[in-house]
T-cell receptor, first 115, second 113 residues
Framework: GDSVTQMEGPVTLSEEAFLTINCTYTATGYPSLFWYVQYPGEGLQLLLKATKADDKGSNKGFEATYRKETTSFHLEKGSVQVSDSAVYFCALSDRSSGSARQLTFGSGTQLTVLP | DSGVTQTPKHLITATGQRVTLRCSPRSGDLSVYWYQQSLDQGLQFLIQYYNGEERAKGNILERFSAQQFPDLHSELNLSSLELGDSALYFC????????????FGPGTRLTVL
């Protein structure tokens, strides 16, 4: 079945540091890939997505590139802020499953940014 | 604000009881998904409805059931509750069964005592 493996957390960085959160996936078909973010006490918000190989998703300074050859979708940000402190989830939606498009999530990575 | 609403925000109940969680999707979205978030299992897909019909089932227990009504809101029914059912339950919606982007509600936190 489909699966997503995320870098174990927690991750603690100083403000303005470079961020990388690794994500690799296994899928039987050709998935769409997502990063969601969960701030304390809130639901999940879509951060960015990519639907085909070599696509780059970007939003709020975060980027991730769909790498089919390495089955990866690593999240990066050049300069993190305290307000980026949250839990980040990598997820996939396998389009070979017909109209059923449930998301398969990684375990989440807790990011804390210190001032 | 994603446009997806869930009620109640918090629910505290006892073992053996039954509860109903409610979700209203974004305006125009036909597809509703339910997910459970717990410390030990992470985020898991439970069930999907599309325009009133069940479309996919995930790791949903037999004690749990769901439905989607003609006005497209959905309810998740949890019965014979156990301590291990304590979790955050999220609803998400997307525009079509093929819609890749799912928008999540704020969740219902269920505590079973």
């Amino acid at each position: 079945g489909d699966s997503v493996t995320q870098m174990e957390g927690p991750v603690t960085l100083s403000e303005e540091a470079f961020l990388t959160i690794n994500c690799t996936y296994t899928a039987t078909g050709y998935p769409s890939l997502f990063w969601y973010v969960q701030y304390p006490g809130e639901g999940l918000q879509l951060l960015l997505k990519a639907t085909k190989a070599d696509d780059k998703g970007s939003n709020k300074g975060f980027e991730a590139t769909y790498r089919k050859e390495t089955t990866s979708f690593h999240l990066e940000k050049g300069s993190v802020q305290v307000s980026d402190s949250a839990v980040y989830f990598c997820a996939l939606s396998d389009r070979s499953s017909g109209s059923a498009r449930q998301l398969t999530f990684g375990s989440g990575t807790q990011l804390t940014v210190l001032p | 604000d994603s446009g997806v609403t869930q009620t109640p925000k918090h629910l505290i109940t006892a073992t053996g009881q039954r509860v109903t969680l409610r979700c209203s999707p974004r305006s125009g979205d036909l597809s509703v998904y339910w997910y459970q978030q717990s410390l030990d299992q992470g985020l898991q897909f439970l069930i999907q409805y599309y325009n009133g019909e069940e479309r996919a089932k995930g790791n949903i227990l037999e004690r749990f059931s769901a439905q989607q009504f003609p006005d497209l809101h959905s309810e998740l029914n949890l019965s014979s509750l156990e301590l291990g059912d304590s979790a955050l339950y999220f609803c998400a919606s997307s525009s079509r069964g093929y819609g890749d982007t799912q928008y999540f509600g704020p969740g219902t936190r269920l505590t079973v005592l």
